[in-house]
């Protein structure tokens, strides 16, 4: 069987896809994975043949709707509006319609090149991650079956609506009549979540569970990780923390290592980017190019923006987790890791007290948490893997 994956950014869209890539390969499928210019080398490093989709300068060239500053504020939305958008008010629902139609907008620009392939290559299944919108597209002019993938926990598992549940967007609809297509929803929904991380579904969804398998790129153990003489604690804004700071609001980073300077505890700074490390509080290590699945395994906590690559990957491990989220979609997931009991939530850090009498109270009194993240952990462990899943998808 050809499986043909698509996605339009890496790594947060990617990475979550990649262990069901390679328990594709693994079962001697021909895998191939195609998303823009800019997403070609996380593919590759992931030891998966890439396939370029997009004009990257087009792509990135998309014009920013003003309703989406609000995607890269604070903001508590309702708890479960990711799986039932009809819990949001209408400010919130033009937000996320924005999004929706930026994302059709990134497909419209991938699909000439993924159906120029596809009729060359005729894959036999499509995987697409759940805001590639170009996947379901290619699935109903290739006429083959069409699989969406999610990657967090609260991941919207339905095609883009309009200004209610019940309404298709126009945008979406619109990429189905460019090729003369008929309009084809995906056959399912693979869903990595925990069933207590996930919030009440919205609408029926054909949810295909499947085992997270972390996967945050490679690196190499460094041998200070086997050297534990106090408490240690992973501060970590990933990638999306870095996307989504607000040039307006307090610097979390900053915030939360000055709150942690009044501990005893080891800082593990795992920075996405750059970062200032004159002036750092003597306890802080920064830590580059350790995947998390290597580094939290030997922390007591971790303290992140809410990554959908971060929460999972904490919780597959059994580690507690303190979020402090920066947008809206960091909060649904900080809700979900509430909801499990693995983890508790700040809604916003203006100053250092707060976080400073949470991260020592957790590290103080672990056990509920440590017992809550083990319970999720024993339910993750308890879905099917990537390759069980892949053979099921084979078969079908």
């Known amino acids: 069987m050809r499986v ?22 693994a079962a001697g499928h021909e895998v ?29 060239g998309l014009p920013k709707p003003p309703e989406l500053a609000a995607w ?3 903001a508590r939305w309702p708890s479960g509006w990711s799986a039932d958008l009809d819990l949001l008010d209408t400010g919130q629902r033009r937000v996320i319609r924005a999004l929706y139609e930026k ?10 090149d993924l ?59 619109e990429l189905f009549e460019r090729y003369g297509a008929d309009v084809t929803e995906p056959v399912g929904w693979v869903d990595p979540c925990p069933p207590s991380l996930r919030p009440p579904d919205g609408r029926p969804v054909r949810r295909l569970p ?23 604690v992973c501060v970590t804004a990933g990638v999306a923390g870095a996307r989504y700071r607000d040039p307006g609001g307090p610097d979390v980073l900053a915030l939360t290592l000055a709150s942690l300077a009044a501990t005893e505890a080891e800082i593990v700074l795992a920075p996405s980017g750059p970062v200032a490390e004159e002036g750092l509080p003597d306890q802080v290590r920064v830590a ?23 929460a999972l990957t904490a919780v597959v491990l059994g580690v507690p987790q303190l979020v402090v989220p920066p947008s809206p979609i960091c909060t649904e997931i900080g809700h979900g890791i509430v909801r499990g009991g693995a983890g508790a939530m700040l809604d916003r850090l203006d100053s250092t007290e707060l976080l400073l009498k949470t991260a020592t109270e957790m590290l103080a009194a672990p056990e509920p948490y440590r017992e809550a993240a083990e319970r999720v952990r024993s339910e993750t462990a308890a879905l099917p893997s990537p390759g069980v899943l892949a053979a099921e998808l084979g078969a079908s």
Do not use: K
């Open 210 to 232: 499947m085992r997270c398998v972390p996967y945050n790129g490679s690196g190499l153990q460094p041998g200070w990780l086997a050297e534990r003489g106090r408490p240690r």
């Open 4 to 25: 043909l994956l698509t996605t339009w950014a890496a790594p947060g869209h990617l990475f979550p896809m990649v262990p069901l890539a390679w328990a594709f390969q």
């Open 72 to 74: 890269g504020r604070p």
């Open 115 to 173: 159906i120029a392939f596809g009729r060359w290559w005729r894959p036999d299944l499509i995987v697409h991650d759940v805001l590639s919108m170009a996947g379901p597209v290619l699935g109903a002019v290739l006429g083959v079956p069409a699989v969406g993938h999610g990657w967090e926990i609260g991941s919207t598992l339905h095609p883009p609506t309009g200004d209610s549940d019940a309404e298709p967007l126009p945008a979406y609809l």
């Open 32 to 60: 191939r994975v195609a998303g823009p210019p800019s997403c070609q080398d996380a593919i590759t490093q992931a030891g998966l043949s890439a396939v370029e989709a997009g004009d990257q300068a087009a792509i990135a």
């Open 103 to 112: 994302q059709c907008a990134v497909a419209g620009l991938m699909l000439d």
């Open 288 to 310: 580059r190019g350790i995947p998390f699945r290597m580094l939290l395994p030997t922390c007591d906590l971790v303290i992140h923006h809410g990554g959908a690559g971060t």
